[in-house]
DNA sequence: GGTGTATAGTTACTTTTGTAACCAACAAGG
DNA sequence: CCTTGTTGGTTACAAAAGTAACTATACACC
């Protein structure tokens, strides 16, 4: 009947993975979406232009292993906030540029800081030295 | 302007869970997906009924922590492929007992055996010292 | 019994995601 | 210049998931 090597769900990587994920992605998901209506997608893209300045949808595509079509819908969404702003590039005028407005800066600035004090109280929660070597798991498991 | 503990995107727990989630439910959802049509939901219902034998959709929304609504879906989708069947409970006339027909449990046999051999490579992938910390790791994050 | 509340399960409606087709601009070779 | 192929980006359509409302049964208390 069932195979002899019969084990848990819960002894099933994936499935683990998965928990945790949703568990600590519901998590901070609550902060974005509560206080900015964001989804995950307009979070991750407001991150990459916060972070590293402004730059093409494609680009942000590529960086954050985001769907073009996504990004798409994300900087639509963004945009309709007054997060960014777009401009079209000299060089080549199939690309936009994206970038921040001061009312996307603040809440880059604070999603920031309310996802640094998260990781702290993981920290907390884990100790620095077993979240390290979570870190350096999950970087594996990612590639 | 970014405040003054301005981190990465990968060094945020929740995007690296997520990001090692997806890599790793994508892998295996290849295996159900092609070989059965099936979705992720599915199978999971698929593995409580064949793991534990006949239970109510109730209790794998419990026991899996899937929504009703969700489970039913997975339930209808799966009686399409005659995988299980339908009892109606004795105790308590809401209640529907569900449990495997034989192409339902040769197929959670032949996907046990995937998973299992889906496992395996981790373990041969990360050591088993590192996946049993990992496993550990995601179950309290998992709570 | 009758009334109120909780539960199992489905269905309808809405939101989000995935997939594919599409448009406009570039680029290379003739 | 004119193909042909590629790329950045959007839009249209289909699949999936989330939420809320609904049906039917059960259960508790009066």
Not at 10 to 16: G, I, N, Q, S
Not at 54 to 60: F, G, H, P
Request: glycine letters at 4%; hydrophobic letters at 40%; a positive charge.
């Amino acid at each position: 009947m069932a195979p002899d090597d019969d084990f848990e769900l819960t002894d099933f990587t994936p499935y683990l993975l998965n928990a945790a994920a949703e568990a600590q992605s519901q998590e901070f998901s609550r902060v974005y979406r509560d206080r900015y209506g964001m989804l995950r997608t307009e979070w991750r893209v407001l991150f990459h232009l916060g972070r590293y300045g402004e730059m093409s949808a494609r680009e942000i595509s590529r960086r954050a292993s985001i769907h073009k079509t996504k990004v798409s819908r994300a900087v639509s969404a963004l945009e309709a906030k007054r997060f960014l702003q777009r401009r079209p590039s000299e060089e080549d005028r199939r690309v936009e540029l994206l970038a921040l407005r001061p009312p996307g800066r603040a809440a880059f600035d604070d999603l920031s800081r309310a996802a640094a004090a998260h990781e702290a109280e993981l920290e907390a929660r884990l100790g620095t030295q077993r979240l390290g070597e979570l870190r350096l798991l999950l970087r594996e498991l990612a590639m």
